[in-house]
């Protein structure tokens, strides 16, 4: 019997990078620009905001290479704990394994003898891999991949802090703090649309979710600089 070849493309082995890029960019944007809309409000210089950005950029790209990092790094190293004991226990009691993943394909709806045949075919094949996916959870579409994690994170937040840099950058003093949010808006919309496409899903309810929550991020913070605000004698 021969099966023919159907490749199907699915949106899962993106999920990793995807998250980390989407997080850093978004956070890029928000954080950046909600930085200098605050300063702005406060009546601080061009330059000042200039340094203010750069600043940002550079400090919240390299904080969330770190957070990311460390916190893909212990989920990584939970999944080979995970692992390496699932490895012991197949070593030590191999009847009670099989009998464990039979049990699990039954409560999936396969019946009874046919769970226990896929289970030992499963098992005679790559039994770790078998647990490791079925019992623990563990994939390697979803797998922890703290480097990678980390260079998605900061890359993607120094791309999201670009824009308000470049808005500083184009705009006459007095339009500043408009010029920013105008950037900051089309950039967190262009954002939602681009990261709901790679994951396959409504790009006009992901550019929404993310615009208007960026939009009250940054008001807030112009909110709290105008509070700081003192005119020129």
């Known amino acids: 019997m021969s099966f023919s070849q159907h490749p199907e493309h699915h949106f899962i082995h993106r999920s990793g990078w995807l998250r980390a890029a989407v997080l850093g960019a978004n ?16 009546g601080a210089s061009a330059h000042t905001l200039l340094i203010a950005c750069i600043a940002g950029l550079i400090s919240g790209a390299t904080s969330m290479a770190a957070g990311e990092y460390i916190s893909v790094k212990s989920q990584e190293d939970i999944e080979k704990a995970d692992l390496k004991f699932e490895e012991q226990e197949l070593k030590k009691h191999p009847q009670r394994e099989l009998d464990e993943l039979t049990q699990i394909y039954i409560s999936r709806g396969l019946a009874p003898d046919l769970a226990l045949q ?10 770790l891999g078998a647990h490791a996916r079925d019992e623990i959870g563990i994939h390697e579409n979803t797998a922890a991949n703290p480097i990678q994690a980390a260079l998605a994170s900061a ?25 920013v949010l105008i950037f900051g808006i089309i950039s967190l919309a262009f954002l939602g649309a681009l ?11 992901g550019s929404l979710r993310i615009t208007l929550w960026g939009i009250l991020a940054m008001g807030f913070s112009s909110w709290i600089g105008s509070l700081f605000h003192v005119t020129p004698l």
């Open 195 to 205: 990261s709901s496409h790679f994951a396959g899903t409504s790009k006009l309810k």
């Open 155 to 179: 890359g993607s937040f120094s791309f999201g802090a670009l824009f308000p840099m470049l808005a500083i950058l184009l705009s006459p003093d007095i339009w500043i703090e408009k010029t």
């Open 118 to 127: 896929v289970a030992t075919e499963l098992t005679n094949h790559d039994a």
């Open 27 to 42: 956070d890029g944007i928000i954080s950046v620009t909600s930085l200098i809309m605050g300063m702005a409000a406060s």
